[in-house]
C-alpha cells in the first residue's frame, strides 16, 4: 500500500480508504498501484470489499489530471484499475462519502453497490473541458445506467444531488453523513455472510448480462456447482436449525 491508500481486512471484510484529500483523493500513479496491491492481497477467506475514502469533503475525483498533463499517468491505467475493481468474484460496496467528480463516479459504478451521504453532489465535467471519457468507461455507463442517463452524466454534464442520484438509481441508499459508515458496516457484514459459490457465480452472470450476452453453458454450470456444493448443504440445514450458515466456499 501508500499511504495514501489504506486497506485492511478483518472477519471477511475488506476496507480501501482513499487517503489523499489535500488533492480530493484524486488517483495518480502511486494510488492506482496502492489500489492493484489491495487487490492482488485479497485473502480467500475475504467475503466483501468496501471502498471509500479515509477523510476530506471529496469521496474521489477521478484520475490526477497533473499527472495525465505531465504525461505520467494516461487513462488506461485508470481504466485497468476499474476494470480489475468491477470483475471481483466478490460484490464490492463503495460508500460514498462525499461529493464525487469525473472517473470516482465510474470508479463507484464499478462496485456492485453503492451508498452515498445525503449532502453529497456528483459531476464528470468531461465534455465541460474537451474530454471523450474512455470508451469502457462509457460502456459501464450504458449498462449499469441506461442510454439517457449516460448521456445526462456524460454528455450533459449535469449535477446531481444525492437525493438525485438515489431517484436514478445511481446509488440504492442514503444516510446521514454521521450515519453513513454504521449503515454500511450492517450492509457489509449482511453480504459477508452470503454463501460465497452463490454469490461468484450470480455475479458472473449478472456481469454477462450486462455486457449483453448470458454463457447459458458456462451458467448452467455453476448453478450445478452450488447445487453440489457443501455450502447448500449448510445452508439448508441452518435454515432448518433458525441458526446462521457458516459456509466454507466449498
Known sequence: MTPTVLFEQKDGIARLWFNRSQRRNALGQA?????????????????????????????????????????????????????????????????????????????????????????????????????CYPVEGIERFVARLGVTLAKRILVGAEEFTAAEMLEHGIVSRLAPAKELADEADILASALAQRAPLAVAAMLKIIRQAERGGIDFAEARDLAAQCSASDDLIEGLAAQKERRAPIFSGR
Do not use: K
Not at 479515509?54 to 487513462?75: H, K, N, S, V, W
Not at 476499474?82 to 464499478?110: K, Y
Open 31 to 131: 494510488e492506482l498501484s496502492g489500489i492493484t496491491a489491495a487487490l492482488d492481497s485479497l485473502e480467500s477467506q475475504t467475503r466483501v470489499l468496501v471502498v471509500s475514502a479515509a477523510e476530506g469533503p471529496t469521496f474521489c475525483a477521478g484520475a490526477d489530471l497533473q499527472q495525465i498533463r505531465a504525461g505520467e499517468l494516461d487513462g488506461d491505467q485508470f481504466q485497468q484499475v476499474t476494470n480489475r475493481l468491477a470483475d471481483l468474484s466478490i460484490p464490492t460496496l463503495c460508500v460514498i462519502n462525499g461529493h464525487i467528480f469525473g472517473g470516482g463516479c465510474e470508479l463507484a459504478m464499478s462496485c456492485d453497490f453503492r451508498m452515498a451521504a445525503n449532502d453529497i453532489v456528483m459531476r464528470v465535467p468531461a465534455s465541460a473541458i474537451g474530454l
